[in-house]
């Protein structure tokens, strides 16, 4: 009889705790739990990076005379060689009003060709008036009129761009700075036309001595129009970007170092050129994920970016080519350790699909375009509800978030309680 009643107790309290711990799980990670950047709900997410890999790195090369190809002149400084036999593509900063048949042997390639502005030299002799102790907010105080920016879009810009887009076909993304001399005017006149521009470190008498420019960018950089970037190449910024899952921006002019640095963690960070990575944060934080649902062995889901075609053109109005956000992003999804996954499809097609551990939590990852909503469907070959949060043992800055902490705490105490509940209940029963 006490016996029974024990036990139905036990029993009881072990629903309980059960219903609880589900409940405390459930009820913590409904509220946004979202790493900075990220876009998602806590259990269907867009990767900060592309295949989910830890940090970005870009290698930009700058000056019409470093980046000819090999092909064309034998003595180049160049690093286009090198980044290809190292499977790695970059960004070269071109800068002229011509259009030299080398930019398509480039772009072709898959590099990415960027502005540089028509007349260097001539960007170089007018640092910011803040120079040479500009801080952020000094730079950004300098005024400036419609004048200035008119100027400066016609004469430096657009002829390069123009330059440039009608050799190689594709859009012109990013630019850099030439002597990295930037001011709200020249921020103001790049908006128009690019999804971010480089900056760039380098003292008098050349340049602006941007000194907080020499710095990795966080995955949502601050300010597009004045991206941070290494001066060379320099080991401590790459290491930067991946402790702090952020974005170093290496930037060479007459050597080609640190790219068999970059092959050797290719396959962890995301190597990529800058117009790239610019375009994948922009899909990245513009992702919209809606009607997600787990339905025993099938979870389900639609995702889309809400990012009109960005339509350029020059001040007098010549069209240049639209910058089409059609890059693919990487979505992840929770899924039970359980659970195999069988397929996964966007909008009926099946698509390749990578299952891994990431700081204790087991996700799918696939990529795809968010242009057009993608109805995405993943199969299991079991249930793939998320009992039980995996609590991280060693949680890295990026992927921890104190909201699946919580949960996972939570989850772990009452585990424990329960189980010692259990402990404590077998050992009346033998006793
Ligand atoms: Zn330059």
């Not at 029974?4 to 059960?18: D, K, M, P, V």
């Not at 930067?240 to 962890?268: F, M, Q």
């Not at 997600?292 to 990012?307: C, E, K, M, Q």
């Not at 990852?365 to 793939?384: R, V, Y």
């Amino acid at each position: 009889m006490s016996n029974r009643i024990l036990r139905l107790l036990s029993i009881s309290a072990a629903i309980f705790l059960a219903v609880i711990s589900v409940a405390v799980t459930r009820s913590v990670l409904a509220t946004p739990a979202l790493r900075p950047a990220a876009q998602g709900n806590a259990y269907v997410e867009v990767c900060t990076w592309l295949d989910c890999k830890t940090g970005a790195v870009s290698y930009s090369q700058d000056d019409a005379n470093n980046i000819v190809p090999y092909s064309v002149n034998t003595n180049t400084n160049s690093c286009q060689i090198d980044l290809e036999n190292a499977g790695l593509r970059g960004t070269f900063y071109y800068n002229g009003g011509s259009s030299p048949d080398w930019l398509t042997t480039l772009s072709d390639a898959g590099h990415e060709v960027g502005s540089h502005l028509v007349n260097h030299d001539l960007n170089c002799a007018m640092p910011p008036a803040c120079a040479p102790t500009c801080t952020l907010e000094t730079l950004l105080q300098i005024p400036y009129t419609i004048t200035d920016v008119n100027s400066f879009r016609q004469g430096q810009i657009d002829p390069n761009v123009a330059a440039i887009e009608s050799r190689t076909g594709k859009p012109v993304v990013s630019m850099a700075y030439a002597c990295g001399n930037a001011d709200p005017g020249r921020m103001a006149a790049a908006q128009s036309y690019f999804a971010g521009v480089r900056s760039y470190y380098e003292p008098l008498p050349w340049g602006s001595n941007l000194t907080w420019i020499y710095d990795v960018n966080t995955p949502t950089p601050d300010e597009f129009m004045l991206l941070n970037a290494d001066w060379y190449f320099h080991q401590a910024l790459v290491d930067s970007a991946v402790n702090e899952n952020g974005w170093d921006i290496i930037t060479v002019h007459d050597y080609c170092e640190g790219i068999n640095a970059l092959k050797n963690i290719s396959h962890t960070t995301w190597i990529a050129p800058v117009g790239e990575v610019l375009k994948y944060i922009r899909v990245r934080n513009a992702t919209q994920i809606t009607n997600y649902a787990r339905s025993g062995t099938s979870i389900s889901f639609d995702a889309v970016h809400n990012l009109p075609v960005f339509q350029r053109q020059q001040l007098d109005g010549t069209p240049l080519l639209p910058i089409v956000y059609d890059n693919p992003v990487t979505l992840r999804a929770r899924v039970p350790m359980t659970a195999n996954i069988l397929s996964v499809q966007a909008n009926g097609v099946g698509i390749t699909y990578t299952v891994g551990v990431v700081s204790g939590t087991n996700y799918v990852w696939f990529n795809t375009p968010l242009t057009t909503s993608q109805h995405i469907e993943i199969e299991g070959d079991a249930p793939l509800a998320v009992r039980v949060v995996h609590l991280s043992a060693t949680p890295s800055a990026a992927d921890a978030t104190p909201a699946l902490l919580v949960a996972s705490g939570a989850s772990v105490c009452l585990l424990i309680m329960w189980t010692q509940r259990q402990r404590r209940r077998r050992g009346r029963q033998r006793g």
